[in-house]
T-cell receptor
């Protein structure tokens, strides 16, 4: 599992409330990613990070912000949750070996916005 | 544009071979991946193939790549009930900023029946 944990694993919240999801890795990987998974869409990239304090937007970044103050933690924040953000959120790291880069995923956080 | 397409469902009998197909659009893909997702779990890397290869075999898994047609397939020999899962095809594209962007298909749900 490449030493990736996510917390919480499940969360129910109300529309308009802020929510922060945490991704923690123990193997000093430089690149970290946040995806959301929705039926019929596969996984879509929200934001990614290429180092401490270095982040950039993915394809579905509206309504989300991220922070990376330490190598091991990548936080995803929904400033004001909406029902359209009900989804399963996956964190990933990438590992390079022999010139080939592979992404490994955490167990996911299931978020329900009522 | 970037797009990865897969059929949504496949049903096979235990012991038969399963073939899951995928098409992609970006000819600059460097690697193509197959991930497996079991219910309630994250994505598990199954196998990958470099874009200059035609075939890769790994135990019961065979990956075939037709670069001309941009077609990727995953064959699972002697399919077992434990192979029931959602299988995601993904292509890797080198993105500005130096990271590899993964584009996922929507996933193929494989159901194995006795």
């Amino acid at each position: 599992d490449a030493g990736i944990t996510q917390s919480p694993r499940h969360k129910v919240t109300e529309t308009g409330t802020p929510v922060t999801l945490r991704c923690h890795q123990t193997e000093n990987h430089r690149y970290m990613y946040w995806y959301r998974q929705d039926p019929g869409h596969g996984l879509r990239l929200i934001h990614y990070s290429y180092g401490v304090k270095d982040t950039d937007k993915g394809e579905v970044s509206d309504g989300y912000s991220v922070s990376r103050s330490k190598t091991e933690d990548f936080l995803l924040t929904l400033e004001s949750a909406t029902s359209s953000q009900t989804s399963v959120y996956f964190c990933a790291i990438s590992e390079t070996s022999g010139g080939q880069e592979t992404q490994y995923f955490g167990p996911g956080t299931r978020l329900l916005v009522l | 544009g970037e797009d990865v397409e897969q059929s949504l469902f496949l049903s096979v009998r235990e012991g038969d071979s399963s073939v899951i197909n995928c098409t992609y659009t970006d000819s600059s893909s460097t690697y193509l991946y197959w991930y497996k997702q079991e219910p309630g779990a994250g994505l598990q890397l199954l196998t990958y193939i470099f874009s200059n290869m035609d075939m890769k075999q790994d135990q019961r898994l065979t990956v075939l790549l037709n670069k001309k047609d941009k077609h990727l397939s995953l064959r699972i020999a002697d399919t077992q009930t434990g192979d029931s899962a959602i299988y995601f095809c993904a292509e890797s594209i080198l993105f500005s900023g130096g990271y590899n962007k993964l584009i996922f298909g929507a996933g193929t749900r494989l159901a194995v029946h006795p």
